[in-house]
């Protein structure tokens, strides 16, 4: 059996291959985005929008679980596919092994730390008093299912390491289904409010932890589970290049944060469900851009271990040519196309579903750049530069946003919270473009 028909990483890629190849990921993150964004509408649709702005108060608490789990998957994934390609197949699964079962310790730290401070936590986001119930409710079953929401998140990364992207996307739309289901049951059926939202998703969790610990201890690909051998060195260089993800999220949460609080302020419990409406339709519409990255970033990854240095820039000229088509046409669509989305969400509320079309035909603009700053992080963390991906997240999601979420609200009051991300993402594409070339002679020699 030839090194190609072993390991799907291993063949010569054209566009087209390339793109089918990371079209499961990309499926699974659009899915995931439609799901999560059906969630969120049945909250505001069979609850009410205080629910819907309690789930954004939260949202920081969630961004951090993501965020270690993407912190482990892509950072480990990276080392795992690059130690694959080396042919250090023994030493690739015991690193595998050792990732995940870090992950799990994780989340069990994270729900005996949550249960013990969760008041603190719900006031400490920033909830007011009328929506302190709905985020403490959704908060307490979401630590329930900390572990899974890992567990989740690292399966469906290392699945496209293991070659099995397409069992990824499988696992996420019964995922996705089972949330769906359990979303009418619990919420329109038995009227169980915010707690039955939060219990919906945490089942969905549940779906790819169970069969993608079955798929990886049955040991039916190369890369399966085996007695890990701990190595701190591993865990940390997992870390530190994986950090890119892990910043994204955490600035994520704080900037949401900021969001919540600035909203708070300007417009009350509507504004703060103006952006979460924003927040779930920038995730939705972004699942192409993370979906892409995350299908290619294993073969970068794969080929630059493997020194294949023809096939790793057609690689990456490829994949910079169909994110930019894709960002034209996410901006087109953004831009005429916000007020359905809009109202998708805001249907029952006249106010808020004001508040947010004006502020989504400002932030459309943000679509033209988001996609290259994405998947340039991705495409240093393949390459094991921490440092740079890591750099392109915090500028994107934290850094500029921070400042001009902090700045432009006192000159121009809402419209400065519309403006903070488009100029952010703009002022990060310029300095990726930057390092793209300034680093593009140490990873591709002729």
């Known amino acids: 059996m030839t090194e190609t028909q072993r390991n799907p990483l291993a063949k010569s890629f054209n566009a087209v291959s390339l793109i089918r190849f990371a079209v499961p990921s990309m499926a699974m993150m659009l899915f995931m985005g439609l799901y999560t964004a059906i969630d969120t509408i049945f909250v505001a649709r069979f609850i009410n929008t205080d629910a819907l702005s ?60 949550g249960f013990l401070f969760l008041d603190e936590i719900v006031w400490g986001l920033g909830a007011s008093e009328i929506l302190f119930p709905y985020c403490r409710d959704y908060l307490k079953v979401q630590l329930m299912f900390a572990v899974p929401n890992l567990m989740q998140v ?19 739309v019964l995922a996705g289904i089972a949330n769906i289901i359990c979303d009418d049951l619990f919420i329109v059926l038995l009227r169980m409010g915010i707690k039955g939202a939060a219990l919906g998703t945490g089942i969905g969790y549940m779906i790819p932890t169970l069969a993608g610990t079955i798929f990886f201890m049955v040991g039916g690909s190369e890369l399966h589970f085996c007695k890990p051998k701990m190595d701190h060195v591993v865990l940390g260089k997992s870390c530190f290049n994986g950090a890119s993800e892990m910043v994204s999220q955490c600035s994520t949460a704080i ?64 994949a910079l040519c169909f994110i930019m088509a894709i960002s034209v046409l996410l901006f087109l669509f953004s831009l005429f196309g916000g007020d359905r989305i809009v109202k998708t969400f805001a249907q029952n509320n006249k106010n808020v579903f004001e508040i947010t079309k004006t502020g989504f035909s400002i932030f459309s603009f943000s679509f033209l750049f988001s996609g290259c700053n994405i998947f340039a992080s991705a495409l240093f963390t393949a390459l094991c530069n921490g440092k740079v991906s890591a750099a392109i997240s915090f500028l994107r999601t934290f850094g500029f946003i921070t400042v001009f979420l902090l700045v432009l609200p006192k000159f121009l009051e809402v419209t400065g919270v519309w403006l903070a991300i488009p100029i952010a993402e703009l002022l990060t594409f310029l300095l990726t473009i930057y390092w793209i070339f300034r680093y593009r002679s140490c990873w591709i020699r002729n």
């Open 255 to 318: 900037t949401t944060f900021l969001f919540n609080v600035t909203m708070m302020r300007l417009l009350g419990e509507d504004g703060v469900a103006a952006i979460t409406v924003l927040i779930y339709s920038q995730f939705l519409l972004t699942t192409l851009y993370i979906g892409f990255s995350m299908g290619v970033a294993p073969i970068i990854s794969y080929n630059y271990g493997s020194r294949n240095i023809r096939q790793l820039k057609k690689i990456v000229r490829i």
């Open 154 to 172: 690292l399966y469906q990364n290392l699945f496209v390491t293991a070659g099995k992207p397409t069992l990824g996307l499988l696992l996420c």
């Open 54 to 113: 309690s789930i954004n108060i939260i949202c920081p608490v969630i961004n951090l679980m993501v965020g270690l789990g993407t912190m482990l998957a892509a950072g480990g994934s990276a080392m795992v596919a690059k130690k694959m390609g080396n042919g250090k197949l023994e030493e690739a699964r015991s690193n595998f092994t050792l990732i995940v079962v870090t992950g799990a310790v994780a989340g069990l730290a994270i729900t005996a730390m």
